[in-house]
Nanobody, 121 residues
């Protein structure tokens, strides 16, 4: 089965940038629509961004539009989330997984470890 591993998180000041990476095991990811989700302590997990398997279509939640960019490199079996103009409210654990583009919901019902993003001065 496919396993996704997130990396690239860290501590950044408001207004700063980070790039998250999501790598997949085996032969997965290349033909999957993929998405990034995030969850802050005590809050529901929410979708952040999604990208079609070809990379030709992207979608973003309103709160990150104009600031975040999702991209992918299928040859490297990797999905990225470039986060710019970061705000404290972006602080969360970020997860990647296969996504249903029509519903913006996760394709599977299990999650990886995620990567912590903390935006603070």
């Amino acid at each position: 089965q496919v396993q996704f591993v997130e990396s690239g998180g860290g501590l950044v000041q408001p207004g700063g940038s980070l790039r998250l990476s999501c790598a997949a095991s085996g032969s997965g990811l290349s033909f999957y629509d993929m998405g990034w989700f995030r969850q802050a302590p005590g809050k529901e997990r929410e979708v952040v961004a999604a990208i079609s398997w070809t990379g030709g279509s992207t979608k973003y939640t309103d709160s990150v539009k104009g600031r975040f960019i999702i991209s992918r490199d299928n040859a490297k079996r990797t999905v990225y989330l470039q986060m710019n103009s970061l705000k404290p409210e972006d602080t969360a654990v970020y997860y990647c997984t296969r996504i249903n583009l029509a519903t913006m919901g996760p394709f599977y019902d299990y999650w990886g470890q995620g990567t912590q993003v903390t935006v603070s001065s």
